[in-house]
């Protein structure tokens, strides 16, 4: 299977998150994106991340009858920082992805791609992909890439957290069924200002 692979914390999947995902896969050819929610981001600060069961179902949710996306819970079972070097190391052979498989990073994640966990080994193994986040130029990214022309879509899941928090529609940011799911498991809703239990961040 020809496979290219989203990480993300997914807190929560928004419809950015789902268009990026569906343009790669047909732009590009792959037959599956795989999304893959982490468990303890190393790139981004922890401290707002809710429980991976709720990301991840969050995330079955939205996907549920796209045949190209499928979400892997790999790096929620592995459990401690999750290493994308190891979640590739694991995803080619559940999957039996052949060839090299795609991997997609926000153009704003380009310059501290050096600091990843084996960064050199971990661009000589997969096809990177550079997604759009803002439509800004970012610095020059010495390895091996592509770019997908994904539409820059101005939602992000702190976005979402915050307006949840202060009672605000979230209506066509994210799929119905995950809005659904925030209200019935009542997330998101410390966040804001007025009751902030935890610190904001922006993610993907």
């Not at 790139?43 to 499928?70: Q, T, W, Y």
């Not at 290493?83 to 501290?112: F, N």
């Not at 971990?122 to 759009?132: E, F, G, Q, S, Y």
């Not at 605000?168 to 410390?190: E, N």
């Amino acid at each position: 299977m020809k496979a290219a692979i989203l990480g993300g914390t997914f807190n929560p999947v928004h419809v950015g998150h789902l268009c990026l995902a569906e343009e790669v896969r047909s732009a590009f050819g792959y037959e599956r994106v795989i999304l893959v929610p982490a468990s303890i981001p190393v790139h981004k600060d922890p401290a707002p991340v809710i429980p991976g069961a709720h990301r991840l179902a969050m995330l079955r949710l939205a996907v549920a009858g796209s045949e190209g996306l499928i979400v892997d819970d790999g790096e929620l079972v592995r459990g401690g920082p999750s290493w994308t070097i190891d979640t590739v190391a694991e995803l080619v052979p559940r999957y039996g992805i052949t060839g090299r498989p795609g991997l997609v990073i926000g153009d704003d994640l380009a310059a501290g791609f050096s600091a990843w966990k084996d960064a050199e080994r971990l661009a000589r193994t997969v096809d990177l992909i550079l997604a759009r986040r803002t439509g800004e130029r970012h610095a020059e990214f010495p390895w091996p890439h592509r770019v997908v022309m994904n539409p820059l879509i101005t939602v992000s899941s702190s976005d979402i957290r915050q307006r949840v928090a202060e009672c605000r529609s979230i209506r066509f940011l994210t799929p119905d069924p995950v809005i659904a799911y925030i209200a019935a498991h009542d997330l998101y809703a410390g966040s804001g200002p007025a009751g902030r239990r935890e610190e904001r961040t922006d993610d993907a």
